[in-house]
């Protein structure tokens, strides 16, 4: 059995079907590439044969990608030379694509050859764009569903087999520029308009148009391999096309900071690769994808938000329980939380009941989603239809009856253990002995509210991040009582959702918060300190953060910080360690700058609420220091008070895998993505180095720096977090 199968019909057009076994999409694998380069020489190769036609034996899609374990095969087989197994086997894929392209042509002439389409029932990404890229005409079903690009850039690539350097060559590098470097996805009609695409026809003619076309006789030389081929928009040197690359320039490192290489590295083989032939020009993408792939960096990015994002998505840490998909659901609270997980739970098809203590606030919550979905079909991605079907599916209401028959409730009300007490008793007095409960809390611990049910066992904490249609990752903290079942039907809930799940177990600030709030408070410490703020914020900035510190607490809301301070300290008593950071947030509240939400805080905002740049007021308050510190101990600071915490989160049993540590990271509060997460990133600098700055820094900042127990440890030993808590093997 095949990935690729051959079928040739009376008229003499070979059809060849792509359907991956034991797969729900098509995903390339070192044998499918040997598979599909028989089958065209087979086909080429006989008389019989007038054209191909490339298709998929999968309902509703072409290709979801590459199987990426193929990279660390290659740099495997290359034993102390991994570059040079990349490049070969990268070369060794671009001749298989590079002779679909020139299907038997006369290498002089261009004469000869025979056609091949490419049929995409819908999604088609990365090499299954590729593919179609070289073939001689691409046909797509009219399927609004189906998702078209290349987003290889997401996850620390580029397209290295061809796509790169053809998108560029049929559309220009200005055309191709959000494709590649934004990884940019459209629906077929899109792609159409883009030029991505050269037809776009009914689902039930797919097979028809292409054979039609195949057996039209086409010309089918590719622009590039004719004499006198000019790029669109421009060469490099080209007048327009000098301006083209000057911006993109400019725009990328705008962008990436200069601390993404995949993104460097595909400007730097669409600008090389634009001055000379077009075989040179795969060989230098092959070179430039080489080298990414060589990079530490990618092959992190590929593992936590490739890899290990997919398998914490398909349940990796799943307890072994039956099906918990949720049919019926709760939400109480309607405000934007509880607003925002009604609209998502309702567009998975899921019933809601959505109840707030007055019915206008229940409307309003509902009338939440209704406009999120007026904006959707504004921009042509929602329907009329699936407006309503979405809308028909939440029940607004302050009768707690109407939760009978719910399988799940989340509650969403007001950080207060009393109300939250309160709720939980109305709940469970409503609904069935099965029913699982979760509250949704960013700081209050799961275990003192499992109290106030009357079965703990079926309590558990959902932190959604905000906004929830917008963010990806939820955090399922479990109690000290929480039973599997509870853990199963919070994973099934957030499948069904679409959201990226990590499970942690109960403490302050489970995961995500505890290492962010370090973030930022070590951010206005070096406030305190005289550090110039622009200094912070750029520092933090260049390591790949996407906010910095002040900035981040600016669109979080001051108010709230003081809240969580006041709370920690009243915990913590004397251990309590942020003086320092009170001195700087409470004056800053005190003076009435909360944020983006007050239009003042520590940036200055316009009228609009649009951030200019940092508060001139900050200055007679905290004057800076003499001597300014170097950018690199700054980003130190602020690296480290992150991923320390991320450590004692897994030395404390608080997090219990490393891939969610990462993935959670990434996902949860942006740490650096370049970097694959903070246990990636660990692994990238070394742990014996990790430890000597630990101590480096405790030395001059104090003991919120010191090493823990676990990474000394490791350091003695020369370890790394991902050999030794495991998942190595599935890193590119």
């Not at 040079?84 to 990268?90: F, S, V």
């Not at 915990?571 to 001195?583: S, T």
Request: charged share 25%; glycine share 10%.
């Amino acid at each position: 059995m095949t990935d690729f199968t051959m079928k040739t019909d009376a008229d003499g057009v070979a059809t060849i079907t792509w359907d991956t076994l034991g797969k729900s999409m098509n995903v390339m694998n070192q044998q499918g590439y040997l598979d599909l380069d028989a089958l065209i020489d087979q086909a080429l190769a006989d008389d019989a044969v007038k054209g191909v036609i490339i298709t998929s034996g999968k309902p509703g899609s072409f290709a979801g990608g590459m199987d990426l374990n193929i990279i660390a095969t290659m740099k495997e087989a290359a034993g102390d030379d991994p570059a040079r197994g990349l490049m070969d086997g990268l070369m060794a894929c671009h001749r298989i694509l590079r002779k679909i392209e020139r299907a038997g042509q006369d290498p002089k002439t261009n004469k000869g050859g025979k056609p091949i389409a490419c049929c995409l029932p819908g999604t088609a990404l990365g090499i299954g764009l590729e593919i179609p890229l070289a073939c001689h005409r691409i046909f797509a079903a009219d399927n609004p569903k189906a998702k078209i690009g290349l987003p290889e850039i997401m996850v620390g690539i580029f397209p290295g087999m061809g796509g790169t350097t053809r998108l560029v060559r049929k559309m220009g590098a200005m055309a191709a520029s959000p494709f590649l470097l934004e990884g940019k996805l459209s629906d077929p009609k899109k792609a159409k308009a883009a030029g991505i695409v050269d037809e776009v026809v009914a689902p039930d003619e797919l097979h028809a148009k292409a054979k039609e076309w195949v057996l039209s006789s086409p010309k089918i030389t590719k622009p590039w391999d004719e004499k006198g081929y000019k790029m669109p928009g421009g060469a490099p040197y080209h007048p327009a096309g000098f301006m083209t690359f000057v911006g993109a320039s400019a725009m990328v490192n705008g962008k990436t900071q200069g601390v993404y290489p995949a993104a460097k590295a595909l400007l730097s083989a669409v600008y090389e690769g634009a001055m000379v032939d077009f075989d040179t020009a795969l060989r230098i993408e092959a070179r430039w994808f080489t080298n990414v792939l060589m990079n530490p960096s990618s092959s992190a990015m590929i593992r936590s938000l490739f890899i290990n994002k997919e398998a914490l998505e398909k349940g990796a840490v799943r307890p072994e329980v039956e099906d918990q998909k949720v049919r019926k659901l709760g939400v109480i609270g309607a405000g934007m939380m509880g607003a925002g997980i009604a609209l998502v739970s309702a567009q998975a098809g899921i019933e809601v009941v959505l109840i707030d203590a007055a019915q206008d606030a229940a409307d309003r919550g509902k009338a939440y989603s209704e406009t999120y979905l007026d904006k959707g079909m504004k921009r042509g991605k929602v329907t009329a239809e699936k407006k309503a079907a979405v809308l028909a599916q939440i029940t607004a209401t302050t009768d707690y009856a109407a939760l009978a028959g719910c399988d799940l409730v989340v509650e969403a009300v007001f950080e207060d253990p009393t109300v939250k007490a309160e709720v939980t008793a109305k709940v469970e007095a409503a609904v069935g002995p099965d029913c699982i409960f979760a509250t949704n809390t960013s700081t209050l611990p799961i275990s003192q509210l499992a109290k106030a049910s009357g079965a703990p066992e079926q309590f558990i904490g959902i932190h959604f991040f905000s906004p929830v249609e917008k963010m990806l990752l939820v955090e399922i903290i479990k109690g000290k009582a929480t039973g599997d079942r509870a853990v199963a039907k919070a994973l099934d809930y957030l499948r069904q959702i679409r959201k990226t799940p990590i499970v942690v177990n109960d403490a302050r600030f489970f995961y995500a918060n505890r290492c962010i709030i370090p973030y930022i408070n070590e951010g206005l410490r070096m406030v305190a300190e005289g550090v110039a703020p622009a200094l912070i914020e750029n520092a933090a900035k260049l390591i790949g953060m996407p906010l910095g510190p002040l900035q981040l607490v600016d669109e979080t809301s001051i108010d709230l910080g003081v809240k969580i301070a006041k709370a920690t300290r009243a915990a913590m008593g004397d251990a309590y360690p942020d003086g320092a950071v009170d001195e700087v947030l409470f004056w800053m509240a005190d003076e009435g700058r909360l944020g983006r939400k007050s239009n003042a805080g520590f940036y200055s905002y316009d009228a609009k609420g649009k951030r200019g740049g940092l508060w001139e007021g900050l200055g007679p308050k905290f004057p800076l220091a003499e001597a300014q510190p170097d950018v690199t101990e700054v980003q130190h600071r602020l690296l480290f008070a992150q991923v320390l915490e991320a450590v004692r989160a897994l030395e404390e049993g608080v997090l219990m895998d490393i891939r969610e540590g990462d993935v959670g990271a990434i996902l949860g509060w942006g740490f650096a993505p370049w970097s694959g997460g903070p246990f990636s990133w660990l692994d990238m600098v070394g742990t014996p180095w990790a430890a000597d700055t630990c101590d480096r820094l405790t030395e001059t900042y104090g003991p919120r720096f010191t090493t823990p127990a676990l990474l000394q440890e490791m350091a003695d030993k020369g370890q790394s977090f991902y050999h030794r808590f495991g998942g190595e093997k599935s890193a590119a």
